[in-house]
């Protein structure tokens, strides 16, 4: 697949701020970056998500690798390994998330949190009372808000970048994450990783 929205131009201080974090521009910026009132209001939501502390950062980083893994968006997939690597979340587990299902690496709380991705990616969604008043009860009202709002901007972010043709610039090539092929969905459809 190949980009369907060409690459706009970034301010060089920006550039030159991710290649230092990152070691390469990430395609979504440089992509919303034709409409740099998207593209700043993007960064600005995104580095806020990264500051919330309510739930626990491998539980939200699952969750957003569920929801690209359902989508179909390897750009998130391949970034968020890489960031499982730097926040020294469990790889093993990182790496299983797409196969969550058959996998045993999972405790009951994040099998709970995969679940809930994936049922809020659904069209239409899926959520049930009880999964909520389970995630509710075990991780409190606060968290719980975070976690679906997390949820949310990964559904957003996975789709546009899929939408845009944005795919995987292989940030997790430098984990060394084995990584899990896809189990077949009820849809029947089967994707890797």
Known sequence: MSLRVPKGELPTEL????????????????VLWNNPKVAEANREFAAKLGAWDAADASLKT???MAVAAQIGCSWCLDVNYFLALNQSLDLAKAGQVPRWRESEVFTPLERDVL????????????VTDELSAGLLDRLGPAALVELTVYIGFANFASRCNTAHGITSQGYSDACGIPLAGRAAQSSGVASTA
Do not use: C, I, N
């Not at 991710?18 to 440089?30: I, S, Y």
């Open 115 to 126: 679940e809930y991705a994936e049922a809020m990616t659904h069209t239409p969604p899926t």
């Open 15 to 30: 550039r030159e701020d991710l290649l230092k974090q990152l070691g390469e521009v990430p395609e979504p910026d440089e």
């Open 62 to 64: 699952f969750a957003h």
